[in-house]
């Protein structure tokens, strides 16, 4: 938790002419702001960075965050990205999907979402090494 923009930032300015979307949780956000940082000096042009904000630790048992208190566009707009937004509609939520499509990054998407999960929802089947190993050969495809 809480490096997934780091690798996003790596990969975008690894020279590949793609497009880098990271998908990361107010949670993570907040354990490494200082990654934010890193991402606006390098200021990837490829690189959009879209964080579910349900203001709790989900993922490990819905621990309240304190994101009910921090402005994260104000933040990513500090750190030197070049655009944040926040969204809390769906309808809203597939304007800017779109509106990626045609902007440089870095950019954020702060996406106001719902605490809890489908009571369905997959676990992990891969030790973190398969993981890693499928990333890594997909990087390099």
């Known amino acids: 938790m809480g490096c997934a923009i780091s690798i996003a930032n790596a990969i975008a300015l690894s020279g590949r002419n793609k497009r880098v979307v990271v998908f990361d949780g107010d949670g993570a956000v907040l354990m490494q702001m200082g990654s934010l940082a890193t991402v606006g000096f390098y200021h990837a042009?490829?690189?959009?960075?879209?964080?579910?904000?349900?203001?709790?630790?989900?993922?490990?048992?819905?621990?309240p965050t304190t994101s009910s208190k921090v402005d994260f566009e104000k933040i990513a707009l500090a750190c030197n990205y070049k655009s944040a937004v926040t969204v809390k509609l769906e309808e809203k939520l597939k304007d800017e999907i779109d509106h990626l499509k045609?902007?440089?990054?870095?950019?954020?998407?702060?996406?106001?979402?719902?605490?809890?999960?489908?009571?369905?929802l997959g676990r992990p089947?891969?030790?973190?090494?398969?993981?890693k190993e499928e990333f890594s050969r997909r990087l390099r495809q």
């Open 102 to 120: 045609r902007i440089e990054g870095p950019h954020m998407v702060i996406v106001r979402v719902k605490q809890g999960s489908r009571k369905n």
């Open 45 to 63: 042009k490829n690189l959009y960075h879209i964080v579910y904000d349900n203001m709790s630790y989900d993922s490990t048992g819905g621990q």
């Open 125 to 131: 089947t891969k030790t973190p090494i398969e993981n």
